[in-house]
Structures are given as structure tokens and as C-alpha cells.
């Protein structure tokens, strides 16, 4: 509401000379400029640590008055036991990716400049035009329909789950989870307008049928929902994250799209869906970070381990569904370079791997 | 990107959300209003793919002047009045920050409609970028500028001292207790809306003023995205008065979210301005002036009043309450007066003030020096260590106030203060209207309705009451507020570094002990109680001439 103002005649305040630059003086304190009041990871502390460590208070630290304003049904701040899990030092957890102010928009501009560049060549280039009808029912029906599951995992899964966890560390990386997730789904959005508006006969409306009733992506969007709905953070971004992302995202976008979009002449999905495993990479790793540490926690691991075991059971199968139901698209395209079992054994071998990481077992209905 | 071309990419990404038919979101925080005739707003057409690089351009730009005040040597022209201030400004302000991120689902989950939800997720973004940004900020301080201490302790120190605590109701509060009340009206409607001018806008120009030309950079940066937040409460207020029942409910949270960012954020903030600068050109603003301007004109009377007609009602009496207390009661000056009373459980430097302070006081807020003058005047005789203990505990006719329960900032307008034994608990307010946020708002039942959704006031929130009878000298101590050779205290009532005699040590504090108020009013007897009571708001705490 501030709007610069000037009254004629003004005075303009002297500036002079003070010195009171770092290292004109000696003194007690003098020489104290780094953060003091956390230990860093290595022998100096990173940008990063500096500004996200401690700016949420936590009265096991340094909160001495405690939360001074609750809910009704319980404590305000940031409840330990609004998740099952458990740690006996939540704040050890430190991003691998390091994100703060100057990472989200460095990687998120020079992914939505790279798009956009894309999109503009393959409009000057006529990219579109070559592309079979078969491939053009593909893209605008199932990237269409994916868009969505993306954009329901950024605003009711990951930007809910920031609100809830202990550490500014952990909040700050599921926000800019959150942030590649709701970015990505716009980037396709964004290509669907785009190629409605080209030469091709394109239907830039059927992705919202294709998400509602076609029964192939039922499962999909009833897996997704279902994450919206769970009211433990640390459940929802395990489900989401390890499980539906690997079962579901990963078999979708890189082991169907990124595999047969060139086959079909289409060489400007790839560059889209790619940043989006890009920025899965990026969640994965500090998702993987979180969780090893609450597996390996030298208290609580053996009881956290029982507790994603189970979460384990109650979600793989609907991902595991929700897989099997998308099976019928891997037919559609007219150049079928992969089948769907290839597919889906990639898709198995990496979520396998990720289990290991965590020193999780298999769990039941994996094998189907 | 064109107008028209952002508008029909912004409808497009509208076709992302969807009504679920399997499950719906998790209800993890819940209102107390409704939204079922809320009707569909229309709200800023905000994308990602401008959103990202236009950012990214203005943190170039923050960037740049980052390094070239490093490279101008900035430091060597800045005052040091002015900076020891930002030790407590910047420990608060990335909290409260952080907090908006966290608000934003709350508000996402209380409005169903999907058209406002991608704004607040965009502001979730911005307000990681605002929390993180001045944290670096802080970091360039701490390294450039000639005293560190107490930059270096700093999210410490906003966690265990009694100012941090006042802070942190500035962030607290838009966390917990209903969704609406925290995240819509506290946060955005009275927060963002009104007192973002004072924090963003007239403080950094005050800095510009003492020589800090990189707190406006980055703070105008932080400011440019408040347009959009606004914008993003604003809908959601509206979508909020479509609904009569809510009406009872927006008068009761106006009410507590204006008095408590008043009580706040003008004792904070005024406070910076009226004694960190040392421009004391006749033509400056003067707090109360920047406030007339920016929150009663503004604020109050272009955006508060013109909702009237859609059936908001305003606290009128609680603008004028306000403006009275920061004009004629003097309540920037009282506060400024209790943050240099309790000095040693600081942690920065609190310049003496001047004659020339003095006449520039006088002009503005005329019987300044009546009340205050002679205070200063025995800070500043008592600034040095040796002779004298710490001012607070020294004969100069101040006696130390009572906390108030509910924004916890002292009853500093003594005549003021209520008294009352609420939950089994003697507790003081500084106001009318502190008294009723605790005894009449933040509990289950409103004015006959229940609201069970309503936030709680928790916590130890009479910071005193942790440190009762105990020695100075270990509480600070305890609080880490010493310099690294493990004696020098971080706080000092002056600014003088070329001598270390001058500098107050454990040494020069221990032996003197300290009492909570609050817990000696609840060992009185209901005689005494009543006696000291009125003996305190009678008490106009003026040092005697000499
Ligand atoms: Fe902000
Ligand atoms: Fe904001
Ligand atoms: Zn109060």
C-alpha cells in the first residue's frame, strides 16, 4: 500500500564517517563472526545451515518461555508427535540439496527459461507437425491426465505436510518440494495451451476427462487423493514420496514418456518431463536423507522401521494398483518401445533400491 | 509475457485442480468460519514460469548491492546506534517470515476454492525467499560490521530473551488457533496488510538515513511481494463476509489481530526508528507521523473504512486508542525507555541519548523531557561499570512494570493496567483490550457460540518468572549473552569500544538479584494486591530532579 512520496524542500540526512567496519577495532567479541549457537556439520558452517538452522524455535533447544500460542486441542509450534516417527535429534537433518532463497530461483528460472526456449523452437520448427495422431491422442490424454497428479502432490500433500514437521530444515526442503511440484504442473499446463493453440489437431480438454472417468488413471487419482488425506507428514511424504513416486512417478515419466517420445518424433516432451525427474532426483535425495536418518536412529531406528514397515503394507498395494491400471497406454502409442513389464521392472528395481537405502524389507504384494 | 497471454495461460493452469471424489484433503487445522456461500474471487494472475525469473532478477539486484557495499567499505559510514538495534530487528523478523510460508496451508485448507489456493502457494515461496534472504542479511553484519556480538548468537537469543517473545507473537500468531484468524485476519489483513508499511517501508528508510543502504535494498525487495499477499487476504476476507455468521467472528479477530500488532509491532519498530537513528533533521518523520501516515491514512481510513459496506465492522475505537497511546501516552518512548532499563539481559548496545536527541524529541512529541528527559540523563551518568550497578537497579525513581499477560509487553501506561485473576492466576494487561483477548477471545465460547477452533495462550509468558531470585550475573550466563573471552557481557548501555574498563563484565553484575513481578503479585495478599496495584497505576515513574 506504500507508494514513494516527496515533499519539495526536504533536507537530506549527513552521512559521516564512523567506522564502524569490522576489524578497525580490537575488543572483547570482536572476532566472533560466525553463528554460535548450533554445531555445523563440517568445521565451518554452510550458507545454507546459517540461514535456515534454529530460525524455527524448538523449546528442546533454546525456547525457554515454550509456544506462547496454541490450538485448542493441543500445543502450537511444531508438535513432535504430530508424526509417529521418531528421533532423538530431529535437527540433525540438513538438506543435501542445500536449498535456500538463491537455489529455489537459480534452478527453477533456468528450468522454466530452458522450457520456454524449447517450446519456442518447436513452434518456429513446426515440431508438432510430424507427430502421429496416435502419439498426439497420447500426449494430450495421459501427459495431460499426469499433470494433475503433479499438481495435487505440490498444494495438498507436500505444501500441507511444511506446516507440520520439527526443523526448519525438514519444512524448507518438502516447501521447495512442494514449489518443483506445483512449477512442473504448470510447465505442462502450460505445453498443453501450447499445443492446442499449434497447427495439429489437438484437444486441450480431454486431459480433464481422462483424469476424472477414464478408469485407466482411476488408481492413479485415487492414490493421489488418498495422499491428500493423511494427517501425519512424515506418512504422507513417505507414501508419496518413496512409495507412489517410484511406483507410479518414476514407471510414468521416465520409464513410459522419456523411453518412447523420440520413437514417436516427438523431441520437446522429453525436455519438459525431464526436468521433472530432474527435480524428483533433487526431492528423492533429501527425502532418502530424512528417513535413513530416522532408520538409523540409534534410539527410535528399530521402532521407526516397524512404523514405515507398516506404512509400507497400507500403500504399496495402491500404488502397485494404480501401476497396473495405467498398463493399457503402454499400448497406444504406434511405436511401442517398451513394454509395460520392462517398465514396470525398472520401476520395481529402483523403489528395491530405495528400500535397501533405508534398510527396509520388501513388503507384501511388491511381486505381483 | 502479454496481458492477454498471461491471461489465458493463468486460466489454463486453473484447469489443474479437480473435485475429489475418493478422499479429500486432510483437515489438519480447523476454522471456525464458513465458506459455503463464499462466492468465487477473481484473484491475482500469478505463474510460475514469470514468477521464478522475476525473482531471480530482483535477488540479482540485491545480490549486486550486496557486493557493492562490501566493496565501498558501507561499514565505515554506518551508524553503530543504528545497527546494535538490527541485532534484535533481524533476530525476530525471519521467524515471523518462515511462519507466513507455514500459515499458508492452513489458509489453503480452510477456503475451498481452488481459484485463491495457487496464490498462497506462491506466497509460500516468497515468504522461504523473505525468511532466508534476511538471514543472510544478518550473516553480512555480522561480518562486516565492528561488533558481532550478538549477531552471532542470534536465533538464541530471539528464543530465551523477553523481547523475543514479544516477537514471536508476530509469527506465532499466524500458525495456530483458527485457520482463518491466524493465517487471514493476524497474518494477512492486519499483518501483511497494514503493518508491513511500518517494517518494510519507513524502517528501512530510517536505515537509509544512518548510513545502512543495504537493510532498504533488501527490504524493498521483500516489500515487492506484499502486493501480492495483500491481494491474496483480501480475497479471502471477502469470501469470508459473503457469510453472515462470520461477521461476530471477523469483529472479534480484527479487534485482537490490530490490538496485538499495535502493541507489537509499534513498540518494536517504533522503537528502532525513534532511538537507532541518529538523523535528528527537524523535517524527519517522527514515528507517530510515518504511522499517521502509512497506517491511519493508509491503512485505516483507504482500505479498513471501505469494507464497512460490505458489512465489516471496524474497530474504530481501537485506531483511535492506538494513535492515542503512540502520541499523547507516549508509548514508543516508554517502551524504548524499558528495553535500555533492562540492558544487561540484552543483547546488543543501547546508545545514551543526547541534548540534541533531547530537542528533537521535545519538538515531536512535546513533554517528552518532562517524563524522560532526566531518566537519560541518569542512563547516561550510570553507562559505565565501577561505580554504579546496572540503572534497573539503581535509585532513579523507576520502578520496573508489570508484564502484560497478553502481547507481553510491559504496562507501561501505568494508569492503564488491569488486573485480574484469570485460570487461578493473577495476571496484569496493559490494556482493555489485552485483558479481553485473554479472558474473552482466545477461548471456547464467544459471545454465546462456540468456537471450538479458537487458539490458546500458552506458555511461560511472564518471562521474569523463569529467572526469579536469581543472580544476575548467572542469568545472563545462562542466557549466553557474553562475549568470547567469557566475561565481557554482549550488552552495553553505551557505545564505547576504545576502552575495555568501559565495558560491563559477570564481575560487575554479580550480587544483584532478580525478581519476577508476576510472581510477586501472586505472593500478596488481596490487601496488598490492591494497594500496590493502585500505587502502580498511580505512579507516574518520573526521576526526580536532581
Ligand atoms: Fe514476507
Ligand atoms: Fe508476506
Ligand atoms: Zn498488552
Known amino acids: 500500500m506504500a507508494s514513494a512520496e516527496t515533499t519539495p524542500q526536504r533536507t537530506f540526512p549527513q552521512l559521516e564517517f564512523t567506522g564502524a567496519e569490522a576489524g578497525l577495532r580490537e575488543f572483547p567479541g570482536s572476532r566472533s563472526r560466525a553463528y554460535n549457537y548450533f554445531t555445523p556439520q563440517k568445521l565451518r558452517a554452510t550458507m545454507y545451515e546459517d540461514v535456515t538452522f534454529d530460525v524455527q524455535p524448538d523449546p528442546e533447544r533454546h525456547l525457554s518461555q515454550g509456544w506462547i500460542y496454541g490450538f485448542a486441542d493441543g500445543p502450537g509450534g511444531y508438535p513432535k508427535d504430530w508424526t509417529l516417527l521418531k528421533s532423538s535429534d530431529w535437527h540433525r537433518f540438513l538438506d543435501p540439496n542445500e536449498e535456500w532463497e538463491q537455489t529455489i530461483y537459480r534452478n527453477n528460472s533456468s528450468v522454466v527459461r530452458q522450457i520456454q526456449l524449447n517450446l519456442e523452437n518447436a513452434r518456429k520448427a513446426d515440431a508438432y507437425a510430424g507427430w502421429s495422431s496416435g502419439w498426439v491422442t497420447f500426449v494430450e490424454r495421459n501427459l495431460g491426465a499426469w499433470m494433475h497428479a503433479e499438481h495435487g502432490l505440490g498444494m495438498h500433500v507436500f505444501l500441507s505436510e511444511q506446516r507440520s514437521a520439527p526443523t526448519n530444515m525438514i519444512n524448507n526442503a518438502i516447501a521447495v518440494n512442494s514449489a518443483h511440484k506445483l512449477r512442473f504442473a504448470q510447465d505442462l499446463a502450460l505445453y498443453n495451451l501450447d499445443l492446442s493453440e499449434s497447427d495439429i489437431a489437438f484437444d486441450g480438454g480431454v486431459h480433464k476427462r481422462t483424469w476424472q472417468q477414464d478408469p485407466v488413471w482411476q488408481g492413479v487419482r485415487e492414490n493421489v487423493e488418498r495422499l491428500t488425506a493423511i494427517g501425519d507428514w512424515a506418512e504422507s511424504l513417505f507414501a508419496a514420496n518413496v512409495v507412489f513416486e517410484s511406483l507410479v512417478g518414476v514407471l510414468f515419466r521416465s520409464h513410459l514418456v522419456m523411453q518412447i517420445s523420440a520413437r514417436n518424433g516427438d523431441y520437446v516432451t522429453p525436455t519438459l518431463v525431464g526436468a521433472g525427474e530432474h527435480d524428483y532426483d533433487r526431492d528423492l535425495r533429501y527425502t532418502r536423507a530424512l528417513f535413513r536418518l530416522l532408520t538409523g536412529d540409534e534410539t527410535y531406528g528399530a521402532a521407526n522401521r516397524d512404523v514405515l514397515q507398516g506404512w509400507l503394507d497400507k500403500w504399496v498395494p495402491s500404488s502397485v494398483r494404480a501401476a497396473h491400471e495405467l498398463q493399457p497406454i503402454w499400448s497406444q502409442p504406434q511405436d511401442r518401445v517398451v513394454t509395460f513389464a520392462d517398465s514396470w521392472a525398472h520401476a520395481v528395481s529402483g523403489f528395491r533400491g530405495l528400500l535397501s537405502d533405508l534398510d527396509l524389507s520388501e513388503p507384501k504384494g511388491l511381486a505381483q | ?546
Open chain 2, 1 to 546: 509475457m502479454s496481458r492477454q497471454s498471461l491471461s489465458k495461460a493463468h486460466k489454463k493452469i486453473t484447469e489443474l485442480s479437480w473435485e475429489p471424489t475418493f478422499a479429500t484433503p486432510a483437515k489438519r487445522f480447523g476454522t471456525d468460519y464458513t465458506f459455503d456461500k463464499a462466492p468465487k474471487k477473481d484473484p491475482l494472475k500469478q505463474i510460475l514460469r514469470s514468477y521464478f525469473p522475476m525473482e531471480e532478477e530482483k535477488d540479482n539486484r540485491v545480490f549486486g548491492a550486496m557486493d557493492g557495499a562490501i566493496r565501498g567499505n558501507m561499514f565505515r559510514q554506518v551508524q553503530e546506534r543504528w545497527m546494535e538495534w538490527q541485532k534484535l530487528f533481524l533476530s525476530i523478523i525471519p521467524f515471523p517470515e518462515i511462519s507466513a510460508a507455514r500459515a499458508m496451508p492452513m489458509a489453503i485448507d480452510a477456503v475451498p476454492n481452488p481459484e485463491i489456493h495457487n496464490g498462497l502457494a506462491v506466497q509460500m515461496i516468497d515468504e522461504v525467499r523473505h525468511s532466508t534472504i534476511q538471514m543472510n542479511l544478518k550473516r553480512l553484519y555480522m561480518n562486516h560490521y565492528i561488533d558481532p556480538a550478538g549477531f552471532d548468537i542470534t536465533e538464541k537469543a530471539f528464543s530465551n530473551s523477553y523481547c523475543g517473545t514479544i516477537g514471536r507473537q508476530f509469527g506465532e500468531g499466524f500458525i495456530t488457533g483458527d485457520a482463518i484468524t491466524a493465517a487471514n485476519i493476524y497474518l494477512t489483513v492486519v499483518a501483511e496488510t497494514a503493518f508491513t508499511n511500518t517494517l518494510f517501508v519507513a524502517m528501512p528508510s530510517e536505515a537509509a538515513a544512518n548510513g545502512d543502504y543495504l537493510l532498504p535494498t533488501v527490504f524493498h525487495s521483500v516489500q515487492s511481494d506484499e502486493s501480492r499477499h495483500i491481494s491474496n487476504g483480501y480475497s479471502i476476507l471477502l469470501m469470508a463476509l459473503a457469510d453472515e455468521d462470520n461477521r461476530k467472528l471477523l469483529e472479534r479477530d480484527l479487534r485482537y489481530a490490530w490490538w496485538n500488532n499495535h502493541c507489537v509491532v509499534d513498540a518494536a519498530i517504533g522503537t528502532f526508528i525513534e532511538y537507532g537513528t541518529k538523523d535528528r533533521r527537524k523535517d524527519r518523520d517522527s514515528y507517530a507521523e510515518m504511522w499517521r501516515r502509512w497506517i491511519y491514512d493508509d491503512y485505516y481510513r483507504s482500505y479498513l473504512i471501505p469494507l464497512e459496506k460490505y458489512g465489516l465492522t471496524i474497530p474504530h475505537d481501537l485506531v483511535e486508542e492506538a494513535w492515542d497511546r503512540i502520541y499523547n501516552q507516549h508509548y514508543v518512548h516508554r517502551v524504548a525507555q524499558f528495553f535500555a532499563t533492562g540492558w544487561p539481559v540484552n543483547y546488543w548496545r543501547i546508545d545514551p541519548m543526547t541534548d540534541r536527541d533531547f530537542e528533537w524529541f521535545e519538538e515531536k512529541y512535546p513533554g517528552w523531557y518532562n517524563q524522560f528527559g532526566r531518566w537519560w540523563e541518569e542512563y547516561s551518568r550510570l553507562r559505565h561499570p565501577g561505580a554504579n550497578k546496572p540503572i534497573a537497579f539503581e535509585n532513579v525513581g523507576y520502578e520496573y512494570p508489570h508484564r502484560c499477560w497478553s502481547c507481553m509487553v510491559p504496562c507501561l501506561i501505568r494508569s492503564d493496567m488491569v488486573t485480574d485473576k484469570v485460570d487461578g492466576q493473577w495476571r496484569t494487561y496493559c490494556s482493555e483490550t489485552c485483558a479481553w483477548t485473554d479472558k474473552v477471545a482466545f477461548r471456547p465460547e464467544y459471545e454465546g457460540r462456540p468456537t471450538p477452533n479458537m487458539g490458546r495462550l500458552t506458555g511461560k509468558r511472564e518471562w521474569e518468572t523463569l529467572y526469579h531470585g536469581q543472580d544476575l550475573a548467572d542469568i545472563i550466563t545462562d542466557l549466553g549473552y557474553v562475549r568470547d573471552d567469557g566475561r565481557t557481557l554482549v550488552p552495553q548501555p553505551h557505545l564505547d569500544l576504545d576502552d575495555p574498563k568501559k565495558l560491563w563484565t559477570l564481575d560487575d553484575v554479580r550480587g544483584i538479584t532478580f525478581n519476577s513481578p508476576n510472581v510477586l503479585l501472586n505472593q500478596m495478599s488481596d490487601a496488598e494486591r490492591e494497594a500496590h496495584v493502585a500505587a502502580y497505576r498511580a505512579n507516574p515513574n518520573v526521576t526526580p530532579a536532581a
